[in-house]
């Protein structure tokens, strides 16, 4: 079974500055995705980055990139020029794109402050 | 923007009664989903629908739980018998095809058994 790991339970950033939120996964497949979600307070999963596995290129929206390094099964969010509207939970989650199912696998959520 | 909607937003229920969750998912998708969220906790997974049927289902979803799709738009989770530890946050997602990466997610039903 797949596992998702979020080491980090609560990060702080300061308004403008950079943050680094980490993902470590566990899978045997080769094919899959990987997510960033955003909840805020009103708890609603707003998808923030979407990486697929067979893709080298790292994904980027806007201030929001990954560091997706296969091998080590790491998936980091980087979140740039932080707003004091970035604060939520962040969950990392995991999808398998081939024939073991469509369910996602969530991390336990990392808690962001943004500070002004 | 096309979009999953969940109703009612929040749910208040005694324990031992019976509750019924209802989602609209975006109207040309296939696969549908229940998550759960414990206050606190991760999102889990409850179960996987499609073609009208039961596709993948988790070790939460036991007997007390069910999934249906009564009319072709709407897709239910009915929970029979609640209890105090069926309190969480419950999300429905879709999305068009099997493969296709990214799940629709409504805002959420946010359950209160009492």
């Known amino acids: 079974a797949q596992t998702v790991t979020q080491s980090q339970p609560e990060m702080s950033v300061q308004e403008a500055e950079t943050v680094t939120l980490s993902c470590t996964y566990d899978?045997?497949?080769?094919?899959?995705?990987l997510f960033w979600y955003k909840q805020p307070p009103s708890r609603q999963m707003i998808l923030v980055i979407r990486?697929?596995?067979?893709?080298?290129q790292n994904a980027t929206e806007n201030r929001f990139s990954v560091n997706f390094q296969k091998a080590a099964k790491s998936f980091s969010l980087k979140i740039s020029d932080s707003q004091l509207g970035d604060a939520a939970m962040y969950f990392c989650?995991?999808?398998?794109?081939?024939?073991?199912?469509?369910?996602?696998?969530f991390g336990e959520g990392t808690q962001l402050t943004v500070n002004p | 923007e096309p979009e999953v909607t969940q109703t009612p937003s929040h749910q208040v229920t005694q324990m031992g009664q019976e509750v019924i969750l209802r989602c609209v998912p975006i109207?040309?998708?296939?696969?549908f989903y229940w998550y759960r969220q414990i206050l606190g906790q991760k999102v889990e997974f409850l179960v996987s629908?499609?073609?009208?049927?039961?596709?993948?289902k988790s070790e939460i979803f036991d007997d007390q739980f069910s999934v249906e799709r009564p009319d072709g738009s709407n897709f239910t989770l009915k929970i029979r018998s609640t209890k105090l530890e069926d309190s969480a946050m419950y999300f429905c997602?879709?999305?068009?095809?099997?493969?296709?990466?990214?799940?629709?997610f409504g805002q959420g039903t946010r359950l209160t058994v009492v």
């Open positions: 989650a995991y999808r398998s794109a081939g024939t073991s199912g469509s369910r996602l696998t």
């Open positions: 899978t045997s497949e080769s094919d899959y995705y």
């Open positions: 990486q697929e596995a067979y893709k080298q």
């Open positions: 109207s040309n998708h296939l696969y």
């Open positions: 629908f499609y073609n009208n049927e039961i596709s993948e």
């Open positions: 997602a879709s999305h068009s095809y099997k493969a296709a990466p990214e799940a629709f």
